[in-house]
Nanobody, 118 residues
Framework: QVQLVESGGGLVQAGGSLRLSCAVS????????IGWYRQAPGNQRELVAG??????NYADSVKGRFTISRDNAKDTVDLQMNSLKPEDTGIYYC?????????????WGQGTQVTVSS
């Protein structure tokens, strides 16, 4: 059973930093993408940063402020968030996608709340 467990969310003032971490466990053959999404109240879930077959990518709104990193030995993917803004507030979710015996799969973590106060 695949599990994604996020940690590191919290409350921070604008301009501050947070580091999110996602630990992946279980069978995860042939990963095609791994990344972080966020969902603000009233908004759709959006990709913040991720690794895919095309490389590393970031949402325009976080470029230059957020950095995604991956440790394959520890099966973790982290999101370093600097110069946080109130509009970065939301629930952040870890996500993986892959293919196993020709079938695509996708898993989500439970989410971690990030609140940036002005």
């Amino acid at each position: 059973q695949v599990q994604l467990v996020e940690s590191g969310g919290g409350l921070v003032q604008a301009g501050g930093s947070l580091r999110l971490s996602c630990a992946v466990s279980g069978r995860t053959f042939s990963l095609t993408a791994i990344g972080w999404y966020r969902q603000a109240p009233g908004n759709q879930r959006e990709l913040v940063a991720g690794f895919s077959e095309a490389g590393r990518n970031y949402a325009d709104s976080v470029k230059g402020r957020f950095t995604i990193s991956r440790d394959n030995a520890k099966d973790t993917v982290d999101l370093q968030m600097n110069s946080l803004k109130p509009e970065d507030t939301g629930i952040y979710y870890c996500n993986i996608k892959g293919r196993d015996f020709g079938a695509e799969y996708e898993y989500w973590g439970q989410g971690t709340q990030v609140t940036v106060s002005s």
